[in-house]
């Protein structure tokens, strides 16, 4: 599906990819109580895996020899998997110090830092000194939902937590992750849902149908179909695929026949 959000100087731009992400739920098998700690931070990371061909779902599942997990994982084309409920604590960070709201997490303190954090996984091969926009997107929108459920959460790279033994995520800022987290937001925000329906305006003369089918029977009657005269403006309440719920609930247009109002 593509979705857009306008830049700080007013120019679209588009990701071909779904907003919000494709997202299944996978969970693994080793995490814990977070004791009581409330959730303070977000931690970023890297697979590093070793080649492209190779996928990190099964290893963060099993947990492997180390028993890892993480909250989330972020595949290249946006979607997500996630692993570990919020409410718990993913083995993520426990090897690293986190220093915040006057109390220090640490391996040889009474928490270690997973008690306290939420994290994500970018799926990233080795070597390799980019990152796809639908990811970073991706990765945005999670910290943006987080956010929204948790009050506001400093982002941390995984390197800042434990330098000594990790350096993810690599080739990446903690700045270039807040601005997609910025886009990701104003794309939220654009997304009409029945309590905030956002205004579209007829590109053609279009039937409303009941369902989102083509094959679903006309709005109105077969004699008087509800028929949209072009240039009207209906407000959308929700989009599903290629298809456009009018809020009011006379029925669902196909999404090609309207635009946004500019």
């Not at 857009?4 to 679209?12: E, F, L, M, N, S």
Request: aromatic letters at 10%; proline letters at 5%.
């Amino acid at each position: 599906t593509l979705k857009h959000y306008r830049d700080d100087q007013g120019a679209k731009n588009y990701y071909a990819m779904t907003f919000p992400p494709d997202i299944t739920v996978l969970k693994a098998q080793w995490y814990s109580s977070r004791q009581g700690q409330k959730i303070q931070a977000i931690v970023a990371h890297d697979t590093e895996r070793p080649n492209d061909d190779s996928n990190s779902i099964n290893y963060l599942q099993s947990g492997g020899d180390r028993k890892v997990s993480i909250h989330v994982l972020i595949q290249e084309d946006g979607s997500s998997t996630i692993m570990v409920n919020d409410t718990e604590a993913a083995n993520h960070v426990g090897f690293g110090t986190l220093k915040i709201n006057n109390r220090t997490y640490a391996p040889d303190k009474l928490y270690s830092a997973n008690t306290c954090t939420l994290g994500f996984e970018l799926e990233h091969t080795k070597g390799a000194k980019t990152y796809p926009d639908a990811q970073l997107l991706a990765a945005g929108y999670w910290i943006t939902i987080w956010r929204e459920r948790w009050g506001y959460l400093p982002l941390y790279k995984h390197a800042d937590l434990d330098p000594t033994r990790r350096s993810d995520p690599i080739y990446l800022t903690v700045e270039t992750l807040e601005s997609y987290a910025r886009k990701a937001k104003e794309l939220l925000r654009r997304i009409p849902t029945p309590e905030k329906p956002i205004q579209y305006v007829t590109r053609v003369p279009q039937v409303v149908y009941t369902a989102r089918s083509l094959n679903s029977r006309f709005a109105g009657s077969a004699k008087a179909p509800i028929v949209l005269d072009q240039g009207v403006t209906v407000a959308i309440g929700d989009i599903t695929g290629d298809w456009a719920w009018i809020a009011n609930g006379i029925g669902f247009v196909p999404l090609s026949t309207i635009k946004e109002v500019e």
